[in-house]
């Protein structure tokens, strides 16, 4: 071939390496193109138009104790704030002590010093009341027949024996005396009234006859002392008026 027939021929472009396609993009319709049915991509924001983007917040001063103090000496409304919640935590500690710690550590404390008693502590202890009573009982009945022996001896009302039962024999027998006394020189008193009745002039025996202020007297000295001799003479005394009215 000559060499003007080589130079002429036209030359055709040859890809180096072939085109590769999406296929599946085509099949959902693609995102581009002018003549796609896609999404389009979303606009940019206009370079000079639009909402600026808003800066960032600053950061808060770090919370310190320092600082919260600071805040609470130089504030007065902080300082009775703090106060308040002060007083009202102290009363509330206290309310909690009362009712939740404070019975505990009682029945605790109680329970050391007084252990509870078993049962055979308990009968003992049963069995020693009732001894201690019986024995009380029996003393009393033994001092009062004492009392009306010596009442009926000496012809004093038995009726009152019961009233100067002591505390033993000798507090009961001091009783009976100082009524035998009283009550003597009441009957001698009604006696001499009797006398005088009839027309005799008794015997001086002594006693007053202002017998209504010995009464107040004796009582009121019951009363302030409360001695078993000073309530007998009391009671002496008014038996003594009721024999002078008979």
């Known amino acids: 071939m000559p060499i ?3 130079t002429n021929t036209p030359k055709f472009f040859t890809p180096k390496s072939p085109l590769r396609l999406d296929i599946q993009f085509f099949s959902d319709g693609g995102q581009g193109g002018n003549g796609g049915g896609g999404t389009p ?3 940019e924001p206009p370079a000079g138009g639009g909402n600026p983007t808003p800066p960032a917040n600053p950061e808060p001063p770090k919370l310190t104790l320092d600082l919260v103090q600071s805040f609470v000496n ?3 409304d902080a300082k009775k704030w703090l106060q308040s919640l002060t007083d009202t935590r102290v009363t509330d500690a206290i309310k909690t ?3 939740k710690t404070l019975p505990k550590k009682l029945e605790e404390e109680i329970a050391k010093r007084y252990p509870a008693e078993t049962e055979e502590q308990k009968q003992l202890r049963e069995l020693k009341q009732q001894f201690e009573r019986l024995e009380t009982e029996k003393q009393r009945e033994t001092l009062r027949n004492k009392a009306l022996s010596v009442a009926t001896e000496k012809q004093l009302p ?3 024996v019961d009233f100067f039962v002591g505390q033993d024999e000798e507090s009961t027998l001091k009783n009976l005396g100082t009524f035998e006394e009283i009550f003597s020189a009441a009957v001698q008193q009604a006696v001499e ?3 005088k009745a009839g027309g005799r002039e008794p015997q001086p025996s002594g006693l007053s006859t202002g017998i209504d202020a010995q009464i107040e007297e004796a009582k ?3 009363m302030e002392t409360g001695r078993q001799e000073d309530r007998v003479a009391y009671a002496a005394l008014k038996m003594k008026k009721e024999t002078q009215g008979k």
Request: aromatic share 10%; net charge positive.
């Open 220 to 222: 009121k000295r019951a």
């Open 74 to 76: 130089d504030n007065e």
């Open 4 to 6: 003007n027939q080589i």
């Open 158 to 160: 038995t009726k009152l």
């Open 193 to 195: 009234g009797k006398f």
């Open 97 to 99: 002590y009362e009712t």
């Open 41 to 43: 991509p979303p606009a």
